[in-house]
């Protein structure tokens, strides 16, 4: 028997690199689709480079990603490829929607263009619950979303079940809450928080510039994440589910917990400009995971504190061999 393989879209952020990391140690053959561009942006997936193929593409191309399919011959899609920091959607509302909604039409019609048979994970988000209609979260609670990213996420969701109920096709749609690690960009406020506690405890850094510190997330890790993307891709029949620790904390929290870790006190260092409050808040998300915990047998490891601590010792550790 042939081992499985794979293509994932989007395999130089965060998720992407522990997904590669995850398919390789089940013996798959892993194949990444990378944009093109002028600085080798590689570093995320460097030390997979010589167990991994990567292939030149851009999901706002058809006729690059249908070429991806036919060179991969995958068994299974991941399309993690994304304009995801959620800011910037507001500057790039067209792009945003280019990107993150039709980008998975156009992979889905890569798909069916090549080999429909070829299983499909879509990375739906939290964010498409935006004003949240419902506490916790499940899978029937009616989206809301709050920012053109989220409006595109929706798009996203609802395309992939629609090619899965007019094509049959074995497409998923995993609504996943945020997931955080030491690889998370730095422009996303965990690592924002984490990166500024280590630089200052450093003596790099004197103050952390934060927006609003009362909104509230179901904070998870990535690491974990990225086995629940595959078990929804080993069923027998195609679903959508929620990937969430079903636990909810402010920005504060996490902030507290992050400069308490280095024995700091935050509030000598944090600042707060109102310029990073966004335009329209997604105040409060919290996930119910049941439906992933029974019909995928999947929970979370890594807890919240685990979390904001790891991430923390490791910004220490890369800051600590640059001084
Ligand atoms: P990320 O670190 O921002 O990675 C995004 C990836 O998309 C990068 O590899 C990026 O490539 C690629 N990409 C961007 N534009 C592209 C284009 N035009 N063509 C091809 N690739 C392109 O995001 P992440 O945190 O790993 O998240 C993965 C996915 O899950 C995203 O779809 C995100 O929206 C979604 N999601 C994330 C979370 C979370 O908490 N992390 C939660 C729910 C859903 P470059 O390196 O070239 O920029
Ligand atoms: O913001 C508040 C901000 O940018 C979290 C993406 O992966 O998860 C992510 O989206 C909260 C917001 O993530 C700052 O107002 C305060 O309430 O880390 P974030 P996000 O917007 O939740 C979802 C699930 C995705 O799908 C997205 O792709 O933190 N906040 N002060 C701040 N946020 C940022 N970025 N920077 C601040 O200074």
């Given amino acids: ?42 570093e995320r997936i460097e030390h997979l480079k010589e ?21 991969a011959c995958p068994d299974e899609v991941y399309n993690l490829a994304a304009q995801s920091f959620v800011p910037v959607s507001w500057h790039q509302p067209v792009l945003t929607a280019e990107l993150t909604a039709l ?18 994970y879509q990375a739906s988000s ?23 990213y989220g409006v595109a ?16 096709m074995f497409a998923c749609s995993g609504i996943l809450f945020n997931h955080e690690s030491p690889r998370r960009g730095l422009e ?13 405890k ?19 890790y990535a690491g974990d994440y990225v086995k629940g993307m595959w078990l929804m891709l080993q069923q027998e029949t195609p679903g959508d589910y929620i990937l969430a620790t079903g636990e909810t904390h402010t920005v504060r929290e996490f902030v507290k917990i992050a400069f308490e870790h280095v024995d700091l006190d935050y509030e000598k260092y944090v600042v707060i400009d109102p310029r990073l409050f966004r335009p329209a808040e997604v105040d409060l998300l919290l996930g119910d995971p049941s439906k992933a915990r029974a019909g995928l047998g999947w929970q979370p490891e890594v807890s919240f504190e685990q ?8 910004d220490l550790a890369r800051w600590g061999k640059k001084v």
């Fill in 307 to 314: 979390l904001v601590k790891m991430m923390v010792d490791a």
């Fill in 188 to 200: 996303f406020v965990t690592r924002k928080i984490t990166n500024a506690v280590a630089r200052i």
């Fill in 153 to 168: 996420k929706v798009y996203g969701h609802w395309i992939t079940v629609n090619y899965r109920e007019s094509y049959g």
């Fill in 126 to 148: 939290s964010e498409m619950f935006g004003r949240v209609q419902e506490v916790p979260q499940t899978e029937k609670t009616p989206f809301y979303p709050r920012s053109p």
């Fill in 51 to 71: 167990q991994i193929n990567l292939i030149s593409g851009d999901l706002l191309d058809q006729k690059s990603l249908i070429a991806a399919v036919e060179t």
């Fill in 103 to 120: 980008g998975v039409t156009r992979m889905l019609e890569a798909i069916r263009t090549v080999n429909d048979k070829i299983r499909f």
């Fill in 1 to 42: 028997m042939h081992g499985k393989s794979a293509l994932i879209t989007g395999i130089t952020g965060q998720d992407g690199s522990y997904l590669a990391e995850w398919l390789l140690s089940r013996g798959y053959r892993v194949y990444g689709l990378v944009r093109r561009s002028s600085t080798e942006n590689l």
């Fill in 202 to 220: 450093l003596g790099l850094q004197d103050r952390l510039v934060l927006g609003n510190l009362e909104a509230r997330r179901d904070w998870g």
